[in-house]
Nanobody, 116 residues
Framework: QVQLVESGGGLVQTGGSLRLSCAAS????????MGWYRQAPGKQRELVAI???????NYADSVKGRFTISRDNAKNTVYLQMNSLKPEDTAVYYC??????????WGKGTLVTVSS
């Protein structure tokens, strides 16, 4: 059974930085696509950034230039470096992975709070 475990959330002031990590375990062949989504209170879950195996990353317009997604295939881990954080970045951040067999897996989420 594939499990995704996120870490790195917390409280930060406006303009600060955080780095999220998501480690996938239980997969023999690794993940085709890994990414981050977020859900703010009262809002729908939205895509933040994704990265395909061997491909270029894609970002939501709202985070371009501030967030960087990367992955370490040897560790089956995806990272999200978040710089210049804004209060509107406050949300629960979820890791998502899609296997080569097109199965989707979600982490339980990690809370990021940006104070003004």
């Amino acid at each position: 059974q594939v499990q995704l475990v996120e870490s790195g959330g917390g409280l930060v002031q406006t303009g600060g930085s955080l780095r999220l990590s998501c480690a996938a375990s239980g997969s023999t062949f690794g993940m085709h696509t890994m990414g981050w989504y977020r859900q703010a209170p009262g809002k729908q879950r939205e895509l933040v950034a994704i990265i395909r195996d061997g491909g270029s990353p894609n970002y939501a317009d709202s985070v371009k230039g501030r967030f960087t997604i990367s992955r370490d295939n040897a560790k089956n881990t995806v990272y999200l470096q978040m710089n210049s954080l804004k209060p509107e970045d406050t949300a629960v951040y979820y890791c998502k992975a899609r296997s080569y067999g097109s199965m989707d897996y979600w982490g339980k989420g990690t809370l990021v709070t940006v104070s003004s």
